[in-house]
């Protein structure tokens, strides 16, 4: 490309003219280049807490759902269950232990591989429910876990309470 003020006859002078950008062209391009990831950064950030969001709800439900599996061997007689538990797991450990099969020798029955880590808080810790805690309560009493929940006290894209999903 040829810019203005070059000499294509002299080469002394055709490197002395067209030496690369200006400085007012440099600044204009820095400008650009800023604003566009000025604008990129908040997109960035949605976009990563919308993942969190996803694998916090995908976790919950595999929990869950383990949960209710387990429930449903044990009212169904495949699994002994301890008087007062009602057949949900003492905890979370147990899902992934498993229990033995009532009979059969050596069968158990796992029901989790591992306790997800919790994508909000960075650890293994899950906010447990027992069937006879009330639904809103914060505090586990240990009988048995009847549902589990994060201990987050953020807030998701949708205003809702992570802490409530």
């Known amino acids: 490309?040829?810019?203005?003020?070059?000499?294509?006859?002299?080469?002394?002078?055709?490197?002395?003219?067209?030496?690369?950008?200006?400085?007012?062209?440099?600044?204009?391009?820095?400008?650009?280049?800023?604003?566009?990831?000025?604008?990129?950064?908040?997109?960035?950030?949605?976009?990563?807490?919308?993942?969190?969001?996803?694998?916090?709800?995908?976790?919950?439900?595999?929990?869950?759902?383990?949960?209710?599996?387990?429930?449903?061997?044990?009212?169904?007689?495949?699994?002994?269950?301890?008087?007062?538990?009602?057949?949900?797991?003492?905890?979370l450990e147990t899902l992934v232990k498993g229990v033995n099969q009532l009979n059969a020798i050596d069968k158990r029955l796992r029901f989790l591989r591992r306790i997800p880590i919790d994508p909000m808080t960075g650890k293994p810790e899950w906010g447990l429910r027992s069937s006879q805690d009330s639904p809103d309560s914060t505090s586990y009493g240990g009988q048995n876990v009847y549902d589990v929940y994060t201990k987050s006290r953020g807030v998701a894209l949708d205003g809702s309470k992570y802490a409530e999903w």
Do not use: H, W
């Open 1 to 91: 490309m040829k810019r203005e003020g070059c000499s294509i006859g002299n080469p002394q002078s055709a490197i002395r003219n067209c030496q690369g950008l200006t400085l007012v062209e440099l600044i204009a391009t820095v400008a650009i280049v800023s604003i566009l990831s000025l604008a990129a950064l908040p997109l960035a950030k949605i976009s990563i807490k919308r993942d969190k969001e996803m694998e916090l709800r995908r976790d919950l439900r595999e929990m869950r759902e383990a949960i209710d599996r387990y429930k449903d061997f044990a009212d169904r007689g495949f699994i002994e269950v301890k008087f007062g538990s009602e057949g949900y797991p003492p905890d």
